[in-house]
């Protein structure tokens, strides 16, 4: 017999894997951010040490007009701080603030308890069976992106 499922760690599994297929993790729009902004700040807060707009555009396929109205818009809502490269003075490091961590960690924390409620009510083996196949779907899918690169 398997050990009973707790669904917000379910649901935070879920939106690893969701994330590994598409890189941008949030839902519906909240607090005034556009799912791509809501997007950029977990990005962001996968970079705790701070990345490049150069290297945001490449990881998300956003080009550099649009990585700088995104930034320009989250810096305007103080939930980003950009300081000079020390390694290259023609571009910025992008970091969140604390307001943007704790935003994105609390819209983080909102998405898990809805999702950890919709798969309460899917059910223990319904849930797992969702787990496994999504599993599965994202190893195939990355499989295939490998082939698709060569």
């Known amino acids: ?6 669904y917000e ?4 599994k879920l939106f690893t894997l969701i994330n590994h297929q ?3 993790p949030m839902g519906r729009e909240t607090m005034k951010l ?9 990005f962001l807060q996968m970079h705790p040490e701070g990345i490049t707009s150069g290297q ?11 990585v700088a ?3 320009n818009n989250l810096q305007g809502k103080g939930y980003i701080a950009r300081t ?11 970091t969140l603030t604390k307001e943007g961590n704790s935003i994105i960690t609390q819209e ?7 999702v950890g409620s919709v798969l309460s009510e899917l059910g223990e083996e319904d849930t797992r069976e969702l787990l496994r196949i999504y599993e599965r779907i994202s190893e195939i899918c990355q499989r295939v992106c490998e082939r698709e690169e060569k």
């Open 1 to 6: 017999m398997q050990d009973e499922i707790n």
């Open 9 to 12: 760690k379910a649901a935070e």
């Open 22 to 24: 598409k890189g941008c």
């Open 34 to 42: 556009s799912h791509g902004e809501k997007g950029m700040l977990a």
């Open 56 to 66: 945001i555009g490449k990881a998300c396929g956003i080009g550099s007009g649009g």
């Open 69 to 71: 109205n995104m930034l």
């Open 84 to 94: 000079m490269n020390p390694k290259d003075r023609r571009s910025v490091i992008v």
């Open 108 to 114: 983080q924390h909102r998405m898990r308890r809805i």
